[in-house]
């Protein structure tokens, strides 16, 4: 039995959606996704060296809590009502040093400069949205970075027939 859940989880697409970039270790850090509100904002922190150095992401109108160690140089990118974060670019050296977010509305934020490696995040299947940020960060910054994708809310707007005459 024990086999089985073992080959069930290995298996499970969850586990392959888990990607990160950059080097990695340190403290595990997560945005849960909320189940209740979407995303509606990205802030990030920065060193004097360009290190990204701490994360939040807005749910809502309430900031997760700040997943790293504030830097000096704060950036923050709030969204439109409706829209949605659907992909994002990046660097690392050691550290992560940017990220540019773009959106389903056109639009995009860049926080930081481009130096070193680069990677692209975006939804396995059409439609999803980012729905929550997962990483790694230390003393001297995030070391490693990884993004959470689902559907987006459908607000409950629709108006239910009633089907007797």
């Given at each position: ?5 073992t080959?069930a ?5 969850t586990c392959w ?6 080097r990695?270790?340190g ?6 996704p909320?189940?209740e ?6 802030r990030?922190?920065?060193?004097i060296f360009?290190q990204l150095?701490s994360i939040q ?6 900031w ?5 160690h504030?830097?000096v ?5 709030i ?9 994002v670019y990046?660097?690392?050296?050691l ?8 959106t389903d ?7 930081g ?12 299947y ?6 929550g940020v ?8 995030i070391s490693?970075?990884?993004?959470e994708?689902?559907e987006?809310?459908?607000?409950a707007t629709?108006i239910?027939?009633s089907?007797?005459?």
């Amino acid at each position: 039995m024990l086999l089985w859940l073992t080959l069930a989880l290995l298996w499970s697409p969850t586990c392959w959606a888990a990607q990160t970039y950059g080097r990695g270790g340190g403290t595990y850090f997560s945005t849960s996704p909320d189940p209740e509100n979407e995303i509606t904002g990205i802030r990030v922190s920065f060193s004097i060296f360009g290190q990204l150095m701490s994360i939040q992401v807005r749910y809502g109108s309430s900031w997760s809590e700040t997943c790293g160690h504030r830097g000096v140089n704060d950036q923050e990118f709030i969204l439109r009502p409706g829209e949605h974060i659907i992909g994002v670019y990046g660097s690392y050296k050691l550290f992560i040093r940017q990220l540019f977010v773009y959106t389903d509305q056109g639009r995009g934020a860049t926080f930081g400069m481009e130096d070193g490696l680069t990677f692209i995040a975006y939804p396995d299947y059409s439609g999803q949205v980012l729905t929550g940020v997962f990483g790694h960060y230390t003393l001297l910054g995030i070391s490693d970075i990884g993004f959470e994708w689902g559907e987006p809310l459908i607000e409950a707007t629709t108006i239910t027939q009633s089907t007797t005459p």
